[in-house]
């Protein structure tokens, strides 16, 4: 099993910038992709940004030139760097953990909410 623990959620005006970090621990050897998901309020759960083991990183157009995924694999650790932050990007941030062969598994999630 792998486990997934977020933090950096919280409450921020429209323009402003969080962070947040997602720590795996377990069966770390389960682990090749990482990402950040997330759902707002009546939508369906939506890809922000992936990225691969090797640093390959995969944006989504809406946070593009905003948000900045980064990773520290001896800390088995991600992070989403959100600037720029808009009403819209409010929603619950799931830290996810993907491998062909293992699969995915998904944080409890964090909630990030922008006030304008």
């Known amino acids: 099993q792998v486990q997934l623990e977020e933090s950096g959620g919280g409450l921020v005006q429209a323009g402003g910038s969080l962070r947040l970090s997602c720590a795996a621990s377990?069966?770390?050897?389960?682990?090749?992709?990482m990402g950040w998901y997330r759902q707002a309020p009546g939508k369906q759960r939506e890809l922000v940004a992936t990225i691969t083991r090797t640093g390959n990183t995969n944006i989504a157009d809406s946070v593009k030139g905003r948000f900045t995924i980064s990773r520290e694999n001896a800390k088995n650790t991600v992070y989403l760097q959100m600037n720029s932050l808009k009403p819209e990007d409010t929603g619950v941030y799931y830290c996810?953990?993907?491998?062909?062969?293992?699969?995915?598994?998904w944080g409890q999630g964090t909630q990030v909410t922008v006030s304008s």
């Open positions: 996810n953990s993907h491998h062909r062969t293992w699969g995915d598994y």
């Open positions: 377990g069966s770390i050897f389960r682990i090749n992709d």
